[in-house]
C-alpha cells in the first residue's frame, strides 16, 4: 500500500532563509509526483508536477527533485518570503485508477 | 485559475440531511476525481469518474455517491450526513496524469 510521508510536519523560518521540505513514499510505481501550496481554509494550488521519468522541476523560487528509486522528493524554497507561508502538500499518482495518495503536508511559517 | 469550478463554495447541513456538491470540470477533462480533506489531515480519495462511469473508489461508505455527466462536469452526493462529514470537498478533472483542483466546497454538518 503507497503511503506518502512529508517532513517536518511544520517549519518556521526567518525571511530570506533558503529552505528544504521534504516528501517521501513507500512504492516506487508511480506515475508522478506533485507538490501543492495550500492556504488556510482554502483549496489547492498546483506549484509542480515532475514525471515518474524525470530527475527535477523549476519554476521560480522553487525546485522540486524527485529520486524515484529511493522514494524521496525534496521542494527547494530559495530567498523565502512572508508570502509564501502556506502548507505545502506532495500527492503521488498511482494505482489502476490513477489517483492522487497525499502527504498531510508542512506548514510553512515564513517570519518578516 | 484552473478552469475547475465548484459549487457552493461553503455550505452548513444539519445531521441526517442530504447534500449535493458540484464540480465544473476543465474543458476536455473526460476524468473527475473527488477528495475530502479533514481539518488538518491531508486529502483522502473519495472517488473517480471516467466517461460518466465510476472509476475506483477510496475507503468511503456507500452514502456517498456520485455522477459524472456528458459534458463531464461531476456531482457528488452524501446521504444521512454525520458529524464528521464536516470537511473541504475537492474536485480534480485531469485528461492525462496531471490533475487540476477546483477551490473546494467547506462543508460544515451540525
Known amino acids: 500500500k503507497q503511503e506518502v510521508t512529508q517532513i517536518p510536519a511544520a517549519l518556521s523560518v526567518p525571511e530570506g532563509e533558503n529552505l528544504v521540505l521534504n516528501c517521501s513514499f513507500t512504492?516506487?510505481?508511480?506515475?508522478?509526483l506533485q507538490w501543492f501550496r495550500q492556504d488556510p481554509g482554502k483549496g489547492l494550488t498546483s506549484l509542480l508536477l515532475?514525471?515518474?521519468s524525470q530527475r527535477e522541476q523549476t519554476s521560480g523560487r522553487l525546485n522540486a527533485s524527485l529520486d524515484k528509486s529511493s522514494g524521496r522528493s525534496t521542494l527547494y524554497i530559495a530567498a523565502s518570503q512572508p508570502g509564501d507561508s502556506a502548507t505545502y502538500l506532495c500527492?503521488?499518482?498511482?494505482?489502476?485508477?490513477?489517483?492522487?495518495?497525499w502527504g498531510l503536508g508542512t506548514s510553512l511559517a515564513v517570519n518578516p | 485559475e484552473t478552469g475547475v469550478t465548484q459549487s457552493p463554495t461553503h455550505l452548513i447541513k444539519t445531521r441526517g440531511q442530504q447534500v449535493t456538491l458540484r464540480c465544473s470540470s476543465q474543458?476536455?477533462?473526460?476524468?473527475v476525481s473527488w477528495y475530502q480533506q479533514a481539518l488538518g489531515q491531508g486529502p483522502q480519495f473519495i472517488f473517480q469518474?471516467?466517461?460518466?462511469?465510476?472509476?475506483g473508489r477510496g475507503n468511503f461508505p456507500p452514502r456517498f455517491s456520485g455522477l459524472q455527466f456528458p459534458n463531464y462536469s461531476s456531482e457528488l452526493n452524501v446521504n444521512a450526513l454525520e458529524l464528521d462529514d464536516s470537511a473541504l470537498y475537492l474536485c480534480?478533472?485531469?485528461?492525462?496524469?496531471?490533475?487540476?483542483f477546483g477551490q473546494g466546497t467547506r462543508l460544515t454538518v451540525v
Open positions: 500527492a503521488v499518482t498511482a494505482g489502476n485508477n490513477r489517483k492522487l495518495i
Open positions: 480534480a478533472s485531469s485528461l492525462g496524469l496531471e490533475a487540476f
Open positions: 512504492d516506487s510505481a508511480i506515475y508522478n
Open positions: 515532475i514525471q515518474s
Open positions: 474543458s476536455g477533462h473526460n476524468t
Open positions: 469518474y471516467y466517461r460518466e462511469e465510476e472509476n
